[in-house]
């Protein structure tokens, strides 16, 4: 599931698990934002690990905020 926010300027940006090999060959989180109105989205990666053991009983659920006086800072 992703994570969205919307920054000041009104870009949207997403944060979410990615499985895809060509992307990265780790699981990874993957950033996409978009600064043209919807046109063109721009692919970034957050993190990338090995994957370890996964407990069963945890949520793995992100938040992503928008910094409301700069548009090109987030917090993961």
């Known amino acids: 599931m992703a994570a969205p926010a ?3 300027n ?3 940006c997403a944060v979410y698990p990615s499985y ?3 992307q990265n060959s780790y699981q990874h989180t993957t950033l996409q934002n978009q600064m043209t109105k919807g046109k063109t989205f721009h692919t970034h ?3 990338a690990a090995i994957p370890a053991a996964n407990d069963t009983n945890f949520k793995n659920g992100y938040q ?3 910094q409301y006086a700069d ?3 987030l917090i993961f």
Do not use: C, E, M, R
């Open 10 to 12: 009104g870009n949207f």
């Open 64 to 66: 992503l905020i928008a």
């Open 45 to 47: 990666t957050v993190f």
């Open 6 to 8: 919307t920054t000041i």
């Open 71 to 73: 548009s090109n800072k």
């Open 20 to 22: 895809v090999n060509s």
